[in-house]
């Protein structure tokens, strides 16, 4: 056996024995470079991916944000190309998907984290202000999941026209949220304004604003439960 062939069979069986390890047992005891070596092998036939799945968590400081890392960021890695990147790329996209779709609406309402858990992904790592209105029905039917970019004191958060949305949803109720790039969920004075003239325009049409969720990356503020909203 030639020493290209030994390497290929090598790896093979290292890769087989990380799968079973996790078909057994789920990802318990897993280092964070196996957990990317795993994705890796997904678009890496033959090829060994531990020093490459080694040397992205050095650079990325971590699974989280090796993870989400772009294409662009993971190809900086020796051994890591569009290939191999896919089957990453591929899991964060899942793990979206999967974490929108099992929350369901009517848990939404009750739970300022299942909201932040919601909306984390999508606007927790933005480094500009989105602001979301979700609109439900009488039936609380999560019918309208609407974003915008921008920030609190501009138009887009004017009372106006966010019920103007609201209304041609024919919303009975409403959660509305928006992230803060600084990494703090505080409330500000003008997010705290901005709350109570929705509150208050939304009692004028009979729509309920709900809560007003404030996202981060890694944690959230409920509005509502800091007694804000009445």
Same mark, same amino acid.
């Given at each position: 056996m030639d020493e290209q062939n030994a390497q290929r069979h090598k790896g093979e069986g290292h890769r087989r024995r990380l799968r079973e390890r996790f078909l057994q047992s789920g990802l318990d005891g897993f280092l964070d470079y196996e957990i990317i070596e795993l994705l890796l092998t997904l678009g890496t036939p033959r090829k060994d991916c531990k020093q490459p799945a080694k040397e992205a968590i050095k650079k990325f400081k971590g699974l989280t944000a090796t993870i989400d890392a772009t294409i662009e960021e993971l190809q900086q890695v020796t051994g890591i190309g569009p290939s191999n990147a896919f089957g990453i790329k591929l899991f964060q996209a899942i793990s979206k998907r999967y974490a929108r779709e099992k929350i369901t609406p009517d848990k939404l309402l009750n739970s300022p984290q299942l909201v932040f858990e919601?909306?984390?992904?999508?606007?927790?790592?933005?480094?500009?202000?989105?602001?979301?209105?979700?609109?439900?029905?009488?039936?609380?039917?999560?019918?309208?999941?609407?974003?915008?970019?921008?920030?609190?004191?501009?138009?887009?958060?004017?009372?106006? %026209?966010?019920? *103007?949305?609201?209304?041609?949803?024919?919303?009975? /109720?409403? !959660? @509305?949220?928006? =992230?803060?790039?600084?990494?703090?969920?505080?409330?500000?004075?003008?997010?705290?304004?901005?709350?109570?003239?929705?509150? %208050?325009?939304? *009692?004028?049409?009979?729509?309920?604003?709900?809560? /007003?969720? !404030? @996202?981060?990356? =890694?944690?959230?503020?409920?509005?509502?439960?800091?007694?804000?909203?009445?």
């Open positions: 919601y909306l984390k992904e999508r606007i927790g790592k933005e480094k500009k202000e989105h602001f979301v209105i979700l609109c439900f029905d009488a039936r609380n039917n999560l019918i309208a999941d609407d974003v915008s970019v921008g920030t609190l004191n501009a138009s887009l958060v004017h009372p106006r %026209e966010v019920f *103007k949305k609201v209304i041609l949803n024919n919303s009975s /109720h409403v !959660i @509305v949220a928006h =992230n803060h790039p600084s990494g703090d969920p505080t409330p500000s004075e003008d997010d705290i304004l901005t709350t109570k003239r929705l509150v %208050e325009a939304g *009692k004028i049409l009979g729509i309920s604003v709900v809560d /007003h969720i !404030i @996202v981060t990356q =890694n944690n959230f503020n409920s509005l509502k439960e800091q007694n804000l909203i009445n």
